[in-house]
T-cell receptor, first 116, second 112 residues
Framework: GAVVSQHPSWVICKSGTSVKIECRSL??????MFWYRQFPKQSLMLMAT?????????EQGVEKDKFLINHASLTLSTLTVTSAHPEDSSFYIC????????????FGQGTRLTVV | GNSVTQMEGPVTLSEEAFLTINCTYT??????LFWYVQYPGEGLQLLLK?????DKGSNKGFEATYRKETTSFHLEKGSVQVSDSAVYFC???????????FGKGTLLTVNP
């Protein structure tokens, strides 16, 4: 299947700093990417949907000014957690699809963010 | 809204045992149903799917049947292996937006 690479796989940052997570589709065009957040022993919660070249659509309750999503190319989307706080510590996962081909969603391996 | 409820884990089995992980859903319309698997240290992979009532998805010895009357999509395997140890997620997708709603995941450990 297609490959989605997420980087970094883990990151530790200080409170108040910003962290950027990258999600790349390596061998297909990701017209749409999704960002999820997963708490321990909880399901994946969809944060936002981003279509290439347009603004992301955020789910209810997700702060768009805190979780900045950019999807400037067909192979790259980024999630920036701004002014991170300990409560932002979580596991973040991206997935990507090619809507034109109606492909299944391919997932990155996830990023463990710890804010200290 | 859409929701997925799956069996709480963890589930621990011996090799060659029979596996069932229950999954029920609530959705409007006619969703597609999925099982994803996450092996240790890896991302989620699609295990199988079904797109309409009575469809049976199957892959790697795993099966699940889309039961509209009971709103269920239970995952089964006749004989598990140690290599099946992973977290299994039931999910649904409704409409053309490709959004997935996940269950909480079930950790399966298979002992030799």
């Amino acid at each position: 299947g297609a490959v989605v690479s997420q980087h970094p796989s883990w990151v530790i940052c200080k409170s108040g700093t910003s962290v950027k997570i990258e999600c790349r589709s390596l061998d297909f065009q990701a017209t749409t990417m999704f960002w999820y957040r997963q708490f321990p022993k909880q399901s994946l919660m969809l944060m936002a949907t981003s279509n290439e070249g347009s603004k992301a659509t955020y789910e209810q309750g997700v702060e768009k000014d805190k979780f900045l999503i950019n999807h400037a190319s067909l192979t790259l989307s980024t999630l920036t957690v701004t002014s991170a706080h300990p409560e932002d510590s979580s596991f973040y996962i991206c997935s990507a699809i090619d809507r034109a081909k109606g492909t299944e969603a391919f997932f990155g391996q996830g990023t463990r963010l710890t804010v200290v | 809204g859409n929701s997925v409820t799956q069996m709480e884990g963890p589930v621990t089995l011996s090799e060659e045992a029979f596996l069932t992980i229950n999954c029920t859903y609530t959705a409007t319309g006619y969703p597609s149903l999925f099982w994803y698997v996450q092996y240790p240290g890896e991302g989620l992979q699609l295990l199988l799917k079904a797109t309409k009532a009575d469809d049976k998805g199957s892959n790697k010895g795993f099966e699940a049947t889309y039961r509209k009357e009971t709103t269920s999509f239970h995952l089964e395997k006749g004989s598990v292996q140690v290599s099946d140890s992973a977290v299994y997620f039931c999910a649904l997708s409704g409409g053309s937006n490709y959004k997935l709603t996940f269950g909480k995941g079930t950790l399966l450990t298979v002992n030799p």
